[in-house]
C-alpha cells in the first residue's frame, strides 16, 4: 500500500515536470517487409531508424522521442493502401517508402486525397526511392518529397563520367525493365545521346523479373556491338543479365544505376569488373565519418538505399530544428514549408528541395568496380571505386511541364 | 542463321532446366494426384542446401547430398502432414503446400538472410565448351542440359521397365487393388513424395550455382513450373519434357523478334498509320518475351484441355 502510495506521488511528480502532454511525431515506414522485396524494403527501414536514432539522441521533437512504426506493405499497392489507412488511424504524420515506383504511386495519392479531405491533419510523404518521373510530374503535390535521383540524373552524370573516362565509346545499348522505370530510363538514354556523343545502336524493353535466361538477349547485344549497355534493371534481372553477358565471353561495359545491391557483387564476381554505376552516394567518396558511425551505430557499413534515406531523414531533422510547437499539435504544413528551405550539407554535397516539383536537387556519385577498393562489397576482395561526384546543379533537369502544385495557402 | 543456332541452343538449354525442376513434380502429380504448391520450395531448398554443403564438403559432395536431405525433408512432409489431409481432398493439399511453400521462403530468409548468397561452381567448370560465332557457350550450361537430360531417362526406365515402376503405377490407378496384393501403399506414396522432392533438390544444387541463390528463386520458377506441368498434360512426364523445350524455345526466339502488329500492317501498306496509333500496335514481341509461356498454356488449354500428352480423367 506504501509503495503504491510512493509510485502515485512519483508519478504526479513527473507529470508535473514535464510540461503538460505533449504531441510526439509519429513517422511511418510503409514497406516491404515482407515477399519478393524484403531485401530492398528492410534496409529503407534500417536508414529510418539510424536517422530517428539521432533525432531522439539530440532531445527528440516537440518533447517527445519522435516515434516510429514499421507497417508491412507485403510488397504490393494493395497492401500499402491498406496500411496507410492503418497508419492514418495510428496517427501518423510522416510516411515513409522507398521500394517500387508502384506503390509510391498509391501512397502519394492516398497522401493527396487524405490531405484535401482533412485539412489541418495533413501528412507528409518523404519517398526514398521511387524513382518514377510522374512522382514529380503529373502525380506531384505538396506534401511528396522525392529525397532520391531519378533516370535523368542518374543516365546524365553516368554518361558524363564515362565520357571523360574514355570508358563509353560511340555505340551505346539500352536495356531496360518494361515498367516506368525501365521506360524513364530509355527514354533518358536517348536525351543524353548528343551530350555523351553516342548513337543508341539498340534497345530493349522485357519482362520485369520474369527472366531466368538471359542469354538470348546477349545475343541480341552482341548482333548489335556496342561500347556500353547503359540499364536500369535491378535484382536477379541486373544480376543475370551481367552473368550471361560474363558467360558469354562478351565484352562490353555495363553502365548501371543499382549494382550496389547487396549480394550482386559477390554473385558476379569477376564479370562485375570495370562496370559503373550512378548513385546517390557511395562510402568512398564522401566524408568518412558517416560510414564509420553508420557502421558503429547499425553493424554495417551502410549500404545500397540506406544512405540515400539517412540523408532524407538528416534534412527532417534540420527542418524539425527550425520549428517549435511548445508541446502543442503538430502542424505539418508548416514541416512541409521548413523542408522546402533546408539544405543538408550530406557526405557528398548538398541536398536541397526544388520547390516547384519537391524533387531535390543532390549530387550524383558515379563509381567503378574495382579490386581492392576501400570497402570492400559482400566480403569479397571487389568494391567500388569513386570516378567522379556530379553536383547536384548539372545533374538537375529542368522541372516537367506536367507538374501542378498546389501550394497551401 | 546465327540467330537461329544461337536461339535453339539457349532455348534447349533453358527447356531442360525447366525440365529438370518440374520433372519431381509431374511425378508426384502422376503418382500420387497431389498437386504440390511447395515444388519450387524443395528446389530452393535444395540450393540452399547445396550451397552450406559445398563450403564444407565441396562443390561435387554438396551435389550429391542436397538431394538427400531434400528428400528427406520431402519424406517428413509427406509422412506427417500430407498424410493426414490427404482423405480431405485436393483442395486441402493445395492450401497444405501453398502455406508450406510460403513458410519455407521466410525460413530461408530467416537463416540465410534476404539477399543472395554466394553459391557459385567451382571454377574448373568454369570454361567455354565451344565458340560458336565469336560467343562462348559456357560448359556448365551443358551440364546442366546433360543433368536434366539424365533425370528425364531414369525416370522413364524406372517408371516403364521396372518393377518399382510397376508398383508405383499400380498404386496410382488401383490403390485398395494394390494394397490387397500386398503392397505397402502409404510406403509408395511416401518415397514417391520424397523422390519428386529430391528430383527437385537436385535441380536447385544444380542450377543454384549458375543463376542466383536467393529467397526469392522459389517465387519465380515456381509459377513457371506449374505452367510446364499443365502444358505437357499433368502427370506425363514425356508432356513435360516437350512442354519445357517448347517453352525454352519459344521464349528464346521470341527475344530476337522485333515483330509488332504493326508490321502486320505493313504487309496491307498501312504500317506507318499502325505505327502513328502506338500502345498495343507498336509493342514488339521481345518485350513480352516472358509472357509466352501463358499465352502457351492458354491455347494448349483452350484447344486440349488435358495437356499436350495428359490422359483425360
Redesign the interface.
Known amino acids: 500500500m506504501k509503495s503504491l502510495a510512493a509510485v502515485a506521488i512519483l508519478s504526479v511528480g513527473a507529470a508535473l515536470a514535464v510540461p503538460a502532454h505533449a504531441d510526439p511525431l509519429k513517422i511511418g515506414i510503409i514497406e516491404s517487409l515482407?515477399g519478393?522485396q524484403?531485401?530492398t524494403g528492410?534496409l529503407f527501414a534500417a536508414g529510418v531508424q539510424y536517422g530517428v536514432k539521432d533525432i531522439n539522441a539530440k532531445g527528440g521533437f516537440n518533447g517527445e522521442p519522435v516515434e516510429v512504426v514499421e507497417y508491412d506493405n507485403a510488397g504490393g499497392s494493395t497492401g500499402a493502401a491498406d496500411k496507410f489507412k492503418q497508419a492514418v488511424a495510428d496517427g501518423v504524420n510522416i510516411v515513409v517508402q522507398g521500394a517500387s515506383s508502384a506503390i509510391a504511386g498509391q501512397i502519394t495519392e492516398d497522401v493527396r486525397k487524405h490531405n484535401l479531405r482533412n485539412p489541418g491533419k495533413e501528412i507528409i510523404f518523404i519517398n526514398v526511392g521511387a524513382e518514377a518521373m510522374a512522382l514529380t510530374g503529373e502525380k506531384c503535390h505538396f506534401y511528396h518529397f522525392r529525397y532520391t535521383t531519378t533516370a535523368p540524373m542518374r543516365v546524365n552524370a553516368l554518361v558524363k563520367a564515362m565520357k571523360a573516362a574514355g570508358d563509353l565509346g560511340t555505340r551505346v545499348y539500352s536495356l531496360n525493365q518494361?515498367y516506368s522505370w525501365g521506360q524513364d530510363m530509355q527514354a533518358a538514354i536517348e536525351a543524353a545521346a548528343p551530350m555523351g556523343g553516342y548513337k543508341v545502336v539498340g534497345e530493349?524493353?522485357?519482362?520485369v523479373?520474369?527472366?531466368?535466361?538471359f542469354?538470348?538477349?546477349?545475343?541480341?547485344i552482341?548482333?548489335a556491338n556496342p561500347d556500353t549497355v547503359i540499364t536500369g534493371n535491378w535484382s536477379?534481372d541486373l544480376?543475370?543479365l551481367m552473368?550471361a553477358t560474363g558467360?558469354?565471353?562478351?565484352k562490353v561495359r555495363f553502365g548501371t544505376a543499382f549494382l550496389d545491391?547487396?549480394?550482386?557483387i559477390?554473385?558476379a564476381?569477376e564479370t562485375a569488373l570495370g562496370h559503373y554505376i550512378a548513385n546517390n552516394y557511395d562510402n568512398a567518396a564522401g566524408d568518412a565519418a558517416f560510414a564509420e558511425d553508420y557502421k558503429k551505430v547499425m553493424g554495417h557499413y551502410p549500404l545500397f538505399v540506406e544512405p540515400q534515406t539517412v540523408f532524407a531523414m538528416k534534412s527532417l531533422q534540420l527542418a524539425l530544428a527550425k520549428l517549435d510547437f511548445h508541446g502543442g499539435a503538430i502542424d505539418t504544413t508548416k514541416i512541409a514549408l521548413a523542408l522546402e528551405d533546408t539544405t543538408y550539407d550530406s557526405p557528398v554535397g548538398p541536398i536541397s528541395v526544388r520547390k516547384a516539383d519537391h524533387q531535390t536537387i543532390r549530387p550524383v556519385v558515379v563509381s567503378k568496380v574495382v579490386k581492392d577498393p576501400k570497402y570492400p562489397a559482400?566480403?569479397t576482395d571487389l568494391g567500388f571505386a569513386p570516378v567522379s561526384v556530379v553536383p547536384g546543379a548539372e545533374a538537375i533537369y529542368p522541372v516537367q511541364s506536367s507538374c501542378e502544385m498546389k501550394r497551401p495557402s | 542463321m546465327e540467330f537461329a543456332i544461337i536461339s535453339a541452343l539457349n532455348g534447349v538449354i533453358y527447356g531442360l532446366l525447366l525440365f529438370m525442376v518440374s520433372a519431381g513434380l509431374t511425378l508426384i502429380f502422376g503418382m500420387m494426384g497431389v498437386l504440390n504448391f511447395a515444388h519450387a520450395s524443395f528446389y530452393m531448398l535444395g540450393a540452399y542446401v547445396a550451397y552450406t554443403l559445398s563450403s564444407l564438403v565441396g562443390f561435387w559432395a554438396g551435389l550429391l547430398v542436397a538431394p538427400l536431405v531434400v528428400g528427406l525433408v520431402g519424406l517428413l512432409v509427406e509422412r506427417y502432414l500430407l498424410r493426414r489431409i490427404h482423405a480431405f481432398g485436393h483442395a486441402h493439399e493445395l492450401l497444405l503446400t501453398f502455406g508450406l511453400a510460403l513458410i519455407f521462403e521466410e525460413l530461408v530468409k530467416l537463416f540465410y538472410g534476404d539477399f543472395p548468397v554466394n553459391y557459385q561452381m567451382p571454377d574448373n567448370l568454369r570454361f567455354a565448351a565451344f565458340t560458336v560465332f565469336g560467343t562462348d557457350y559456357p560448359f556448365y550450361r551443358l551440364f546442366i542440359g546433360g543433368v536434366a537430360l539424365a533425370m528425364f531417362l531414369v525416370l522413364y526406365l524406372l517408371l516403364s521397365r521396372t518393377r518399382i515402376g510397376i508398383v508405383v503405377r499400380a498404386a496410382e490407378r488401383l490403390p485398395s487393388m494394390a494394397e490387397a496384393l500386398g503392397h505397402n501403399i502409404p510406403l509408395v506414396f511416401m518415397s514417391v513424395f520424397g523422390a519428386g522432392a529430391a528430383l527437385a533438390g537436385l535441380g536447385g544444387a544444380v542450377a543454384g550455382a549458375f543463376f542466383p541463390t536467393n529467397p526469392n528463386m522459389a517465387l519465380e520458377l515456381g509459377v513457371i513450373v506449374f505452367v510446364v506441368v499443365v502444358v505437357g498434360g499433368l502427370g506425363s512426364l514425356k508432356g513435360s519434357l516437350v512442354a519445357s523445350l517448347l517453352i525454352g524455345l519459344f521464349s528464346s526466339f521470341a527475344v530476337g523478334i522485333d515483330w509488332s502488329l504493326a508490321s502486320l500492317f505493313d504487309l496491307v501498306g498501312l504500317g506507318p498509320w499502325a505505327r502513328s496509333l502506338g500502345g498495343l500496335m507498336t509493342m514488339t514481341v521481345s518485350s513480352i518475351s516472358g509472357t509466352i509461356p501463358f499465352v502457351l498454356m492458354l491455347v494448349v488449354l483452350l484447344v486440349r484441355p488435358a495437356g499436350l500428352m495428359g490422359e483425360r480423367s
Open positions: 515482407s519478393a524484403t531485401s528492410r518494361n530493349v524493353l522485357h519482362d523479373n520474369k527472366i531466368q535466361d542469354s538470348p538477349f546477349v545475343a541480341k552482341k548482333e536477379n544480376l543475370l552473368k558467360d558469354a565471353g562478351l545491391q547487396p549480394g550482386n559477390a554473385n564476381g559482400d566480403g
